[in-house]
Protein backbone atom coordinates (compact mmCIF):
# COMPACT_ATOMS: atom_id res chain seq x y z
CA UNK A 1 0.00 0.00 0.00
CA UNK A 2 1.46 3.50 -1.30
CA UNK A 3 1.31 6.32 1.34
CA UNK A 4 0.05 9.27 -0.35
CA UNK A 5 0.56 13.00 1.02
CA UNK A 6 -1.06 15.53 -0.72
CA UNK A 7 -2.37 15.73 -4.25
CA UNK A 8 -1.09 14.55 -7.76
CA UNK A 9 -0.70 16.56 -10.49
CA UNK A 10 -3.16 14.92 -12.74
CA UNK A 11 -5.79 16.12 -10.03
CA UNK A 12 -4.37 19.56 -9.85
CA UNK A 13 -4.83 19.77 -13.37
CA UNK A 14 -8.31 19.09 -13.95
CA UNK A 15 -9.18 21.18 -10.57
CA UNK A 16 -7.41 24.59 -12.59
CA UNK A 17 -9.67 23.57 -16.03
CA UNK A 18 -12.76 23.26 -14.09
CA UNK A 19 -12.21 26.91 -12.32
CA UNK A 20 -10.80 28.58 -15.57
CA UNK A 21 -14.08 27.25 -17.07
CA UNK A 22 -16.37 28.49 -14.32
CA UNK A 23 -14.49 31.94 -14.80
CA UNK A 24 -15.08 32.52 -17.85
CA UNK A 25 -18.53 31.42 -18.00
CA UNK A 26 -18.83 34.01 -14.91
CA UNK A 27 -17.19 37.09 -16.65
CA UNK A 28 -19.00 36.11 -19.69
CA UNK A 29 -21.91 36.42 -17.96
CA UNK A 30 -21.76 39.59 -16.15
CA UNK A 31 -20.68 41.16 -19.68
CA UNK A 32 -23.55 40.53 -20.81
CA UNK A 33 -25.82 41.59 -17.45
CA UNK A 34 -23.74 45.20 -17.81
CA UNK A 35 -24.38 45.63 -21.27
CA UNK A 36 -28.00 44.92 -20.99
CA UNK A 37 -28.71 47.21 -18.03
CA UNK A 38 -26.61 49.93 -19.99
CA UNK A 39 -29.23 49.63 -23.23
CA UNK A 40 -31.51 49.55 -20.41
CA UNK A 41 -30.48 52.70 -19.40
CA UNK A 42 -30.31 53.96 -22.95
CA UNK A 43 -34.15 53.20 -23.13
CA UNK A 44 -34.62 54.86 -19.98
CA UNK A 45 -33.34 58.08 -20.86
CA UNK A 46 -34.55 58.62 -24.53
CA UNK A 47 -38.13 57.51 -22.45
CA UNK A 48 -37.80 60.64 -20.11
CA UNK A 49 -37.16 62.68 -23.38
CA UNK A 50 -39.94 61.44 -25.39
CA UNK A 51 -42.47 62.20 -22.29
CA UNK A 52 -41.74 65.82 -22.03
CA UNK A 53 -41.40 65.77 -25.63
CA UNK A 54 -45.13 64.44 -25.67
CA UNK A 55 -46.05 67.34 -23.18
CA UNK A 56 -44.25 70.23 -25.41
CA UNK A 57 -46.36 68.61 -28.53
CA UNK A 58 -49.52 68.97 -26.86
CA UNK A 59 -48.94 72.34 -25.84
CA UNK A 60 -47.60 73.79 -29.44
CA UNK A 61 -51.10 72.51 -30.87
CA UNK A 62 -52.75 74.42 -28.34
CA UNK A 63 -50.85 77.17 -30.04
CA UNK A 64 -48.29 77.93 -27.65
CA UNK A 65 -45.07 78.75 -30.01
CA UNK A 66 -42.41 79.54 -27.48
CA UNK A 67 -40.88 75.61 -27.74
CA UNK A 68 -40.24 76.26 -31.50
CA UNK A 69 -36.53 78.17 -30.67
CA UNK A 70 -35.50 75.72 -28.13
CA UNK A 71 -31.95 74.22 -28.64
CA UNK A 72 -30.17 74.86 -32.20
CA UNK A 73 -31.18 73.66 -35.58
CA UNK A 74 -29.60 70.19 -36.30
CA UNK A 75 -28.20 71.58 -39.10
CA UNK A 76 -25.88 73.34 -37.38
CA UNK A 77 -24.20 70.41 -35.65
CA UNK A 78 -22.19 68.23 -37.70
CA UNK A 79 -22.93 65.11 -35.75
CA UNK A 80 -26.65 65.58 -35.75
CA UNK A 81 -26.67 66.27 -39.26
CA UNK A 82 -24.64 63.43 -40.24
CA UNK A 83 -26.73 60.92 -38.51
CA UNK A 84 -30.29 62.42 -39.58
CA UNK A 85 -29.26 62.32 -43.29
CA UNK A 86 -28.06 58.46 -42.08
CA UNK A 87 -31.30 57.60 -41.11
CA UNK A 88 -33.29 59.17 -44.10
CA UNK A 89 -34.60 62.53 -41.69
CA UNK A 90 -34.58 65.73 -42.90
CA UNK A 91 -32.53 67.36 -40.23
CA UNK A 92 -33.66 71.27 -41.11
CA UNK A 93 -37.17 69.48 -39.57
CA UNK A 94 -35.17 69.05 -35.96
CA UNK A 95 -34.20 70.68 -32.82
CA UNK A 96 -30.11 69.48 -31.46
CA UNK A 97 -29.68 69.45 -27.82
CA UNK A 98 -26.95 68.49 -25.14
CA UNK A 99 -27.76 67.18 -21.86
CA UNK A 100 -26.84 70.73 -20.73
CA UNK A 101 -29.98 72.22 -23.15
CA UNK A 102 -32.07 69.05 -22.05
CA UNK A 103 -31.81 70.72 -18.68
CA UNK A 104 -31.87 73.46 -19.14
CA UNK A 105 -34.48 74.05 -21.92
CA UNK A 106 -36.85 70.77 -20.77
CA UNK A 107 -35.86 70.55 -17.34
CA UNK A 108 -34.48 67.12 -17.57
CA UNK A 109 -31.23 66.17 -15.71
CA UNK A 110 -29.04 63.44 -15.40
CA UNK A 111 -29.00 62.23 -18.88
CA UNK A 112 -26.06 62.05 -21.16
CA UNK A 113 -27.61 61.88 -24.18
CA UNK A 114 -27.23 64.45 -27.27
CA UNK A 115 -30.39 64.18 -28.88
CA UNK A 116 -32.17 65.55 -32.09
CA UNK A 117 -35.93 66.39 -31.57
CA UNK A 118 -38.97 67.48 -34.10
CA UNK A 119 -41.71 68.78 -31.69
CA UNK A 120 -43.91 68.61 -34.41
CA UNK A 121 -43.96 64.62 -34.95
CA UNK A 122 -43.08 64.24 -31.08
CA UNK A 123 -39.61 62.22 -32.99
CA UNK A 124 -36.49 61.66 -30.77
CA UNK A 125 -32.99 60.72 -32.12
CA UNK A 126 -30.07 59.75 -30.07
CA UNK A 127 -26.86 61.01 -31.73
CA UNK A 128 -24.57 58.96 -30.53
CA UNK A 129 -26.97 55.98 -29.98
CA UNK A 130 -26.03 53.02 -28.62
CA UNK A 131 -24.69 49.10 -30.20
CA UNK A 132 -26.48 46.53 -28.91
CA UNK A 133 -26.52 42.79 -30.06
CA UNK A 134 -24.67 44.02 -33.23
CA UNK A 135 -27.43 46.93 -34.16
CA UNK A 136 -26.37 50.92 -33.23
CA UNK A 137 -30.23 51.80 -31.61
CA UNK A 138 -31.00 55.79 -32.46
CA UNK A 139 -34.30 55.68 -31.17
CA UNK A 140 -36.99 53.66 -28.80
CA UNK A 141 -38.36 51.90 -31.24
CA UNK A 142 -35.62 50.93 -33.08
Do not use: W
Request: charge should be negative.
Amino acid sequence: MKNEKGITLMSLVITIVIMSILAVIGVNYGTSTIKAMQYQNFNYQLEQIQGRVDVIHEKINSGDNSYQTMGESATLSSNANSVLTSLGLQSSEYRYFTPQNLEKYLNISNVEQEVAINFETKDVVSIKGFKYNGEVHHRLND
